[in-house]
Nanobody, 123 residues
């Protein structure tokens, strides 16, 4: 289990940008695959993006491809999600998560989760 802390959420107009951060105080994230997920009201948690331990491999949900970019800085124990061209349907609580598995986009494969950060996109 790794303690994860997200930040950077907020209210933004459609077309705007936000950058989410996920930090692991006192822990090295370099051995974990990392992912971002989101959950809108009355909907299941869904995959957004993932990145491999060294950042060489990334995967995105079709709904965010070309608009969101996941990255990591292992020296800072931090993972980022840069979001541009935001749409009202991107409104959700965004969670970062850590996994010891490779290349997975499944919620069940991530064993550590942050508390979430709210992203609201107004039309």
């Amino acid at each position: 289990q790794v303690q994860l802390v997200e930040s950077g959420g907020g209210l933004v107009q459609a077309g705007g940008s936000l950058r989410l951060s996920c930090a692991a105080p006192g822990r090295m994230l370099s051995t974990y695959g990392m992912g971002w997920f989101r959950q809108a009201p009355a909907k299941e948690r869904e995959f957004v993006a993932r990145i491999s331990t060294r950042g060489g491999s990334t995967t995105y949900a079709d709904s965010v491809k070309g608009r969101f970019t996941i990255s990591r800085d292992n020296a800072k124990n931090t993972v980022y999600l840069q979001m541009v061209s935001l749409k009202p349907e991107d409104t959700a609580v965004y969670y970062c998560a850590a996994t010891v598995l490779s290349y997975t986009t499944q919620v069940r494969d991530y064993g550590s989760w942050g508390q979430g950060t709210q992203v609201t996109v107004s039309s």
